[in-house]
Nanobody
């Protein structure tokens, strides 16, 4: 079992920045590729960013490329999502997830463990 707890969400004006954190406990954190997803009510959860087990490979959804950055600190069992140049359409609940995989995973299927989510609201 892996327990994931997100933090860092909140209300920010358009153009602002937030950094989300996801702290993992339980099984060895560096056995998992990690990802961030987001979801708004009435829509499916969508991939935002992912990072490989080693941290040397990342992937992003097109709508966040150049604005968001995912990173991980295995010594602290933590994955981050730095979000810059935020837009109102980035408003969503953001979820951290762990996949028992080496490479970056961009769909929800491989992710076995999920956090409870943290709300990000971007005002115009």
């Amino acid at each position: 079992q892996v327990q994931l707890v997100e933090s860092g969400g909140g209300l920010v004006q358009a153009g602002g920045s937030l950094r989300l954190s996801c702290a993992a406990s339980g099984r060895t954190f560096n056995n998992y590729a990690m990802g961030w997803f987001r979801q708004v009510p009435g829509k499916e959860r969508e991939f935002v960013a992912g990072i490989s087990l080693s941290g040397d490979s990342t992937r992003y959804a097109d709508f966040v490329k150049g604005r968001f950055a995912i990173s991980r600190e295995n010594a602290k069992n933590t994955v981050y999502l730095q979000m810059n140049s935020l837009k109102p359409e980035d408003t969503a609940a953001y979820f951290c997830a762990a996949a028992r995989a080496t490479a970056v995973q961009t769909t929800t299927g491989p992710y076995a463990y999920w956090g409870q989510g943290t709300q990000v609201t971007v005002s115009s």
